[in-house]
């Protein structure tokens, strides 16, 4: 079993960062697709981010790409999720997940996680 702890949200004005953290239990992180999905009130959780192992190769949605950036430590079971010129629109909850080997099908679907985090808020006021 895996154990994800979100870390680093909070409230913000828009064209601020936040640096989001998660933080895994065990000791094949680093064998783990990560990824960072979030949800806005009365919508559905969307993907975010995702970054694999070998090679760090990672992906965007396209309204975060050139704004956020994940990244991974394997020497510390942590992947980050740093978010700069946050917008309104940004405001969630942010989750992260690992998905475990055997790999699911779409990086960017929420179905191929094996692994979720218990959230963490982010609010971006204009």
């Known amino acids: 079993q895996v154990q994800l702890v979100e870390s680093g949200g909070g409230l913000v004005q828009a064209g601020d960062s936040l640096r989001l953290s998660c933080a895994a239990s065990?000791?094949?992180?680093?064998?783990?697709?990560m990824g960072w999905f979030r949800q806005a009130p009365g919508k559905e959780r969307e993907f975010v981010a995702a970054?694999?192992?070998?090679?760090?190769?990672?992906y965007y949605t396209d309204s975060v790409k050139g704004r956020f950036t994940i990244s991974r430590d394997n020497a510390k079971n942590t992947v980050y999720l740093q978010m700069n010129n946050l917008k309104r629109e940004d405001t969630a909850v942010y989750y992260c997940?690992?998905?475990?080997?055997?790999?699911?099908?779409?990086?960017?679907?929420?179905?191929?996680?094996?692994?979720w985090g218990q959230g963490t808020q982010v609010t971006v006021s204009s």
């Open positions: 065990g000791r094949t992180f680093s064998s783990y697709f």
């Open positions: 997940a690992a998905d475990a080997p055997p790999y699911g099908s779409k990086i960017a679907g929420s179905s191929s996680y094996d692994y």
């Open positions: 970054i694999k192992t070998v090679g760090s190769t990672t």
